[in-house]
T-cell receptor, first 112, second 112 residues
Framework: GEDVEQSLFLSVREGDSSVINCTYT??????LYWYKQEPGAGLQLLTY?????DMKQDQRLTVLLNKKDKHLSLRIADTQTGDSAIYFC????????????FGAGTQVVVTP | DTAVSQTPKYLVTQMGNDKSIKCEQN?????MYWYKQDSKKFLKIMFS???????INETVPNRFSPKSPDKAHLNLHINSLELGDSAVYFC???????????FGSGTRLTVV
């Protein structure tokens, strides 16, 4: 997605924390999302954050939102081999009829 | 199981043929979508229907025609297939604009 940018690759050791970063452009987006795609599968909604929040925690996942800089991050604590996947950031501008604008995805590889 | 299901999962066909991909959701969602994921994993919206009515029609060739017989189904018909149509096509559904999507597992289309 030309409006949502992510780094393409992240390698992390099992047990360490992973941080995936994303920048978006449309400040009207009420919600911002993180999706996970495992090989050969569809996208699975991991978590989302409402735009008036700075942080959301859900078990091993922590989402941070800096609305001023239009920066979103996903932290995965205690990364496991099952976390190896592509992670997509997405925004949904208010006037977009629910259309999600995706980033290009970050390939996370977890090594033992 | 409550889900978004697409058929077929794999489709290999020759250039110039016409093919259809079917999608059904039993989640009671009002809105359904078709997304195309290219070989670089980039996801782009093609169409969206809300209660059988077309609400998003991105710049997609006329050879692609969606059809929604009821709000639980959104099918995609492609005429005169071209090599560049090879991709993974994902169907998704959502309830409301800001609640994220539930994705199907994808249809890998290969045009030879």
């Amino acid at each position: 997605g030309e409006d949502v940018e992510q780094s393409l690759f992240l390698s992390v050791r099992e047990g360490d924390s992973s941080v995936i970063n994303c920048t978006y452009t449309d400040s009207s987006s009420t919600y911002l999302y993180w999706y996970k795609q495992e090989p050969g599968a569809g996208l699975q909604l991991l978590t989302y954050i409402f735009s008036n929040m700075d942080m959301k925690q859900d078990q091993r996942l922590t989402v941070l939102l800096n609305k001023k800089d239009k920066h979103l991050s996903l932290r995965i604590a205690d990364t496991q081999t099952g976390d190896s996947a592509i992670y997509f950031c997405a925004e949904s501008p208010d006037d977009s009829w629910g259309k999600l604008q995706f980033g290009a995805g970050t390939q996370v590889v977890v090594t033992p | 199981d409550t889900a978004v299901s697409q058929t077929p999962k794999y489709l290999v066909t020759q250039m110039g043929n016409d093919k259809s991909i079917k999608c059904e959701q039993n989640l009671g969602h009002d809105t359904m979508y078709w997304y195309k994921q290219d070989s670089k994993k980039f996801l782009k919206i093609m169409f969206s229907y809300n209660n059988k009515e077309l609400i998003i029609n991105e710049t997609v060739p006329n050879r692609f025609s969606p059809k929604s017989p009821d709000k639980a189904h959104l099918n995609l018909h492609i005429n005169s297939l071209e090599l560049g149509d090879s991709a993974v096509y994902f169907c998704a559904s959502s309830q409301g604009q800001n609640y994220g999507y539930t994705f199907g597992s994808g249809t890998r289309l290969t045009v030879v």
